[in-house]
């Protein structure tokens, strides 16, 4: 009989929703209580879960009742792993390092590795000053899963499917369209945006085929999705490819509602009508700034506005919602260059916005030895110095301001509610709980307090 190595893969919950998969998987603080998968974990879960040799347990603390990290480690009292491989964010870091120290406390044998473009950036670090981690991973996980599983280096497009059954899968939701589930069609793309943090995690831009796809839609909705979305960083990159998988959604009768991300201007009325007819209810393509000149600075190529118009009043004439981004504070932003931004994002008029401050993502990974400092806990910026012309409150003012402004259109009362307090809220709950980001019993217990007082943490 076979000896199987236990295997832990752990996304930690500190009190916050860290969409942990996204923004190049550097991870983004989200407000709202839409609980995202982690689909590359969850991937690599999976390569693990389909070799006998290894026995996967899966802890992602956030659907698991919220478990804080000192319950989490009560609970590790009585297991033990041979591998733990946990997966930090910029928002988590403090946090998570501090709790594999602990781990390693519980766990004196346990092969200890961390996963995320965060582990990557601070990978010269971790090797000199943490020497409770065995192994800072580099690639995403799911791929070094590939590695370390079946002993060769290979992509993306042999990676299996996720596998929901891994996890209380129903708890991962949107607030609105119920169980959301996502998959990957693609990684990585074409384009070279500087301000792109992919682009440092993802090596090129892979495709898998449209029978995977299509194998891997039907298992979700066969899982009960409500909501299934793509995470690709371009969907209809390639527009063959994408008319081939959209027709295959058709002809197979698949019947769901999806969600894509992809440059609108590379779709035309054909492919909406497509798009349409399989089920995409929902198409978020960035925008970033109303400046083309600042944009072409960044090699960010974009289409003519006035036909981005014309494709979201075709989208909306469909029945599709749009959600466009906008980013606040390049480092050359003036205030009327962020205003024009505001006033281009009336003139689309998409069903939804969101306005990020700009996130400087020019890391010199390799040769510069970043600290944790470098990111704020619970916070989506770094705490990079570089000359700007807004300074770091006045980004936040402005994009908070912007989609508070934005969502105030149809409706004040959405704009207080969903806007308005959620952003208080989570203000007040940093402000209480990012000094105490490395001491988890007082974080614990901090974020134990906040929900006593009403606070409803994700
Ligand atoms: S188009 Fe989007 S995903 Fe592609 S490089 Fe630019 S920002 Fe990144």
């Not at 500087?194 to 194998?215: F, M, N, Q, V």
């Not at 609108?264 to 909406?272: F, G, K, T």
């Not at 208080?424 to 929900?451: F, T």
């Amino acid at each position: 009989m076979i000896m199987k190595k236990s295997v832990l893969f752990l996304r930690p919950y500190y009190g916050f929703n860290i969409h942990s998969d996204a923004h190049g998987e550097l991870g983004m603080l989200d407000v709202s209580h839409n609980i995202y998968p982690d689909l590359t974990l969850l991937t690599a879960a999976t390569v693990f879960s389909k070799d006998e040799k290894y026995k996967v347990r899966v802890i992602d603390a956030i659907i698991e009742n919220a478990m804080l990290p000192d319950e989490l480690l009560k609970q590790l009292e009585n297991e033990a792993y041979d591998v733990v491989i946990l997966k930090t964010t910029g928002q988590t870091v403090h946090s998570d390092l501090k709790l594999l120290e602990a781990i390693r406390g519980l766990m004196p044998e346990a092969d200890i590795k961390i996963c995320g473009l965060a582990a990557k950036i601070l990978k010269k670090w971790l090797i000199a000053n943490a020497p409770y981690i065995n192994e800072a991973i580099e690639e995403p996980v799911d791929e070094y899963a590939m590695k370390y599983v079946g002993g060769k280096q290979r992509g993306f497009s042999e990676l299996p499917m996720p596998d929901y059954t891994l996890v209380e899968y129903k708890n991962y939701r949107d607030e609105v369209k119920g169980v959301r589930l996502t998959l990957a069609g693609s990684r990585g793309c074409p384009m070279s945006c500087l301000y792109c943090p992919y682009k440092l995690y993802y090596a090129g831009y892979e495709l898998r085929s449209t029978d995977h796809i299509i194998e891997n839609i039907k298992k979700l909705v066969g899982l009960g999705a409500d909501e299934i979305q793509f995470r690709d960083q371009y969907f209809s990159a390639d527009r063959n490819k994408t008319k081939k998988l959209l027709e295959g959604i058709i002809e197979q009768g698949i019947k769901t509602r999806i969600v894509v991300e992809t440059r609108l201007e590379s779709l035309d009325e054909e492919m909406l009508q497509l798009m349409k007819e399989a089920g995409v209810g929902m198409i978020c393509f960035g925008v970033e700034s109303a400046d083309t000149g600042l944009l072409s600075d960044y090699n960010s190529v974009k289409g003519e506005i006035k036909r981005v118009k014309e494709l979201v009043d075709r989208a909306h004439l469909l029945g599709i919602d749009t959600m466009a981004f906008y980013m606040i504070g390049f480092p050359e932003e003036t205030w009327d260059m962020a205003r024009s931004t505001y006033e281009l994002a009336e003139y689309l008029d998409t069903t939804y916005v969101h306005f990020n401050e700009y996130e400087h993502c020019r890391f010199d990974i390799g040769n510069t030895e970043y600290t944790p400092d470098l990111f704020q806990p619970f916070r989506n910026t770094a705490a990079i110095d570089y000359p700007s012309v807004l300074n770091v409150d006045e980004r936040e003012y402005l994009a908070h301001i912007f989609e508070l402004s934005y969502t105030m259109r149809t409706s004040y009362e959405n704009s207080y509610r969903c806007m308005y307090r959620a952003f208080n809220d989570n203000r007040k709950a940093m402000e209480r709980l990012s000094p105490l980001a490395s001491d988890l019993d007082r974080l614990s217990e901090g974020v134990r307090e906040l929900r006593k007082g009403g606070r409803v943490d994700p």
